[in-house]
């Protein structure tokens, strides 16, 4: 990750920032849970937001919880779980849905087939999930496979791959 900025930016009401959180504004920490958002950074987020009549997001495959938290005290727009999650600029969410029955079932699936694979991680996300290996880099094409599986056999969920991640996601959802 480059060094934070300790300068504020030339700042310009012409555009729109989307702002990636994990690598981008954070580090990438051994465990999702120890992801900290330097204060300093929130507040030229909050500044630059400002100045663009908030034209600004942050984007991630987090839950919007997630992002909501790892940004207080501010409240910007927000693409979460890879654009599964969206509020707006005026603070309307807009959340894609997956029937019940195939989030247990692609649930019961992932925790099944995980517990032979030591030092991975799943994290659930309402109608998406992360299949996470920085802990066990050796598993990765195993996670990849069962990803790949999950996405034959169920045709309205994606494929995601990350940075020690593999994500499965509805379709048609992306950060951009």
């Known amino acids: 990750m480059a060094e934070p ?10 555009y729109a920032y989307f702002f990636d959180l994990d690598g981008t504004l954070a580090e990438i920490k051994p465990h999702p849970d ?3 958002v330097p204060h300093k950074i929130l507040q030229l987020l909050d500044r630059l937001a400002a100045h663009n009549a908030g034209a600004l ?7 919007m919880t997630e992002l909501d938290a790892l940004a207080k005290p501010f409240r910007f727009p927000l693409a979460g ?14 959340i894609v849905r997956l029937p019940e029955a195939v989030v247990r079932e692609v649930e019961a699936l992932l925790r099944s087939t995980l517990v032979a694979l030591p030092g991975t991680e799943l994290e659930t996300k309402g109608m998406a999930f992360a299949l996470h290996y920085r802990q066990a880099p050796e598993h990765e094409a195993a996670l990849l496979a069962l990803a790949q599986h999950v996405t034959q056999h169920w045709p309205q969920l994606a494929l995601q791959p990350g940075k020690c991640v593999v994500e499965i996601k509805p379709k048609g959802t992306n950060k951009g």
């Open 5 to 14: 900025l300790t300068v504020s930016p030339e700042l310009t009401a012409n």
């Open 34 to 36: 120890q992801v900290v």
């Open 57 to 63: 997001a942050l984007i991630s495959g987090r839950s």
């Open 81 to 94: 779980v890879h654009g599964a999650e969206r509020r707006d600029i005026n603070g309307k969410t807009h």
